[in-house]
């Protein structure tokens, strides 16, 4: 059989309304659902912060430095992993105007073939989303009826702050470039499938692949990845960021050998823990991350530009935050927060805050803990076990 390898990709602005196997029924993402049909997916995979840098770092802590090859395209994961020097590293630039997926994959896989004996683990970050939007033109095409009106051709990731009154055919425009950027998605997994069987390891190699933040799509009068601290002074944001359009991302493992089913995974889960599952997959253990029924509360918590967001078992909420003169985070006294009943209402179109007091107060006195423990992105204090036990004891 040889010696084990593994493929780990990671994909900016690739959330869970631009995959098949997670809900959406108009996006052709074959190769993907097949990796879901006869692998493992992890159905609460939520990121630890609204920007790309804590949710990179907390994946680096699993890696075994000298058996890793990584390779992006991706100008802050270039900037990040030149500050370890000890990580072999892959930088792909553009060759001849071509930023494709499928550039990048091609280089990688070139460079990790060739040394597949000193690092049999391969680690592709791809800009994504935030890259140039240029998926051929027919696939943006591929999601409209004849009614429709025709997609843009713009080629630059759309930064949009909606207003209330929005045009429904801008927001459907983007909505087919972010659909076509993401058939490219799938194109290139095909890529690496096809790769592995040809040079005879695909029975040998796991494959993973996940999302690193989503690309909100008007959801809460969002469009893009750029952030509510672009243009506006501190407490004027028209808009928040620290929703599940951004935060609730795919992650998908098919394991050595190919399961005969696919299974899903419905406890949640962070960066943090693929990064676990990776140093122990790495070690040689190949037992996948386990729903454990006696395990602590599940609890996923994430930081905005002053805000910060939580996801439980049974309930999401948001909080606005404010810094005092030495720096630290709390909970803004003079806003209620949001709170949203989970997961029937992943997308949080139905705030309840005023409704449920006695889950608002639990889940802001567990923000407000949580907060102590920024920039730190995996803590959970037995203060906050206790919370979340007596949050528990609420019924919807």
Same mark, same amino acid.
């Given at each position: 059989?040889?010696?084990?390898?593994?493929?780990?990709?990671?994909?900016?602005?690739?959330?869970?309304?631009?995959?098949?196997?997670?809900?959406?029924?108009?996006?052709?993402?074959?190769?993907?659902?097949?990796?879901?049909?006869?692998?493992?997916?992890?159905?609460?995979?939520?990121?630890?912060?609204?920007?790309?840098?804590?949710?990179?770092?907390?994946?680096?802590?699993?890696?075994?430095?000298?058996?890793?090859?990584?390779?992006?395209?991706?100008?802050?994961?270039?900037?990040?992993?030149?500050? !370890?020097? +000890? @990580?072999?590293?892959? /930088?792909?630039?553009?060759? *001849?105007?071509?930023?494709?997926?499928?550039?990048? #994959?091609? =280089?990688?896989?070139?460079?990790?073939?060739?040394?597949?004996?000193?690092?049999?683990?391969?680690?592709?970050?791809?800009?994504?989303?935030?890259?140039?939007?240029?998926?051929?033109?027919?696939?943006?095409?591929?999601?409209?009826?004849?009614?429709?009106?025709?997609?843009?051709?713009?080629?630059?990731?759309?930064?949009?702050?909606?207003?209330?009154?929005?045009?429904?055919?801008?927001?459907?425009?983007?909505?087919?470039?972010?659909?076509?950027?993401?058939?490219?998605?799938?194109?290139?997994?095909?890529?690496?499938?096809?790769? !592995?069987? +040809? @040079?005879?390891?695909? /029975?040998?190699?796991?494959? *993973?692949?996940?999302?690193?933040?989503?690309?909100? #799509?008007? =959801?809460?009068?969002?469009?893009?990845?750029?952030?509510?601290?672009?243009?506006?002074?501190?407490?004027?944001?028209?808009?928040?960021?620290?929703?599940?359009?951004?935060?609730?991302?795919?992650?998908?493992?098919?394991?050595?050998?190919?399961?005969?089913?696919?299974?899903?995974?419905?406890?949640?889960?962070?960066?943090?823990?693929?990064?676990?599952?990776?140093?122990?997959?790495?070690?040689?253990?190949?037992?996948?991350?386990?729903?454990?029924?006696?395990?602590?509360?599940?609890?996923?918590?994430?930081?905005?530009?002053?805000?910060?967001?939580?996801?439980?078992?049974?309930?999401?909420?948001?909080?606005?935050?404010?810094?005092?003169?030495?720096?630290? #985070?709390?909970?803004?006294?003079?806003?209620?927060?949001?709170?949203?009943?989970?997961?029937?209402?992943?997308?949080?179109?139905?705030?309840?805050?005023?409704?449920?007091?006695?889950?608002?107060?639990?889940?802001?006195?567990?923000?407000?803990?949580?907060?102590?423990?920024?920039?730190?992105?995996?803590?959970?204090?037995?203060?906050?076990?206790?919370?979340?036990?007596?949050?528990?004891?609420?019924?919807?």
């Amino acid at each position: 059989m040889g010696t084990p390898s593994g493929i780990l990709v990671t994909i900016e602005g690739w959330g869970v309304n631009l995959a098949g196997c997670y809900g959406n029924a108009l996006l052709p993402t074959p190769n993907v659902d097949r990796l879901a049909a006869h692998g493992i997916v992890f159905d609460q995979f939520w990121m630890h912060s609204i920007h790309l840098e804590p949710n990179l770092q907390a994946i680096l802590q699993g890696l075994q430095a000298d058996r890793w090859l990584v390779a992006t395209d991706s100008l802050p994961a270039i900037g990040m992993l030149r500050q !370890l020097e +000890e @990580i072999d590293r892959l /930088e792909v630039t553009p060759a *001849s105007k071509q930023e494709s997926f499928e550039h990048l #994959l091609t =280089e990688s896989l070139e460079c990790w073939l060739e040394q597949r004996q000193k690092t049999p683990f391969l680690w592709i970050h791809s800009k994504g989303l935030r890259g140039t939007w240029d998926a051929p033109y027919e696939f943006r095409k591929l999601m409209c009826d004849s009614q429709d009106p025709d997609p843009p051709v713009d080629q630059v990731p759309p930064e949009l702050i909606l207003p209330s009154d929005f045009d429904p055919d801008l927001l459907f425009g983007n909505a087919c470039g972010a659909g076509a950027q993401s058939i490219c998605i799938d194109q290139g997994l095909e890529l690496i499938l096809q790769t !592995l069987q +040809e @040079i005879g390891i695909a /029975e040998n190699c796991w494959i *993973s692949i996940a999302g690193i933040l989503g690309f909100p #799509l008007g =959801e809460h009068r969002r469009v893009g990845l750029g952030d509510r601290a672009m243009d506006f002074p501190e407490g004027q944001f028209p808009v928040a960021d620290a929703y599940s359009e951004r935060l609730h991302t795919p992650w998908i493992v098919r394991p050595n050998q190919e399961m005969k089913l696919g299974v899903r995974k419905s406890q949640i889960h962070q960066p943090s823990h693929l990064a676990r599952w990776i140093d122990q997959i790495t070690h040689g253990n190949n037992e996948i991350l386990s729903d454990d029924p006696s395990a602590a509360c599940q609890l996923a918590w994430a930081t905005g530009v002053y805000e910060i967001a939580l996801c439980t078992e049974h309930w999401s909420a948001r909080f606005e935050t404010i810094r005092d003169p030495e720096g630290s #985070l709390s909970i803004a006294e003079e806003h209620l927060g949001e709170v949203y009943c989970f997961p029937e209402d992943r997308w949080q179109q139905n705030e309840i805050a005023n409704r449920v007091p006695e889950v608002q107060l639990l889940l802001r006195q567990i923000a407000g803990l949580l907060l102590e423990t920024v920039p730190s992105i995996d803590h959970r204090s037995p203060r906050v076990e206790a919370l979340l036990a007596e949050l528990e004891s609420f019924r919807r």
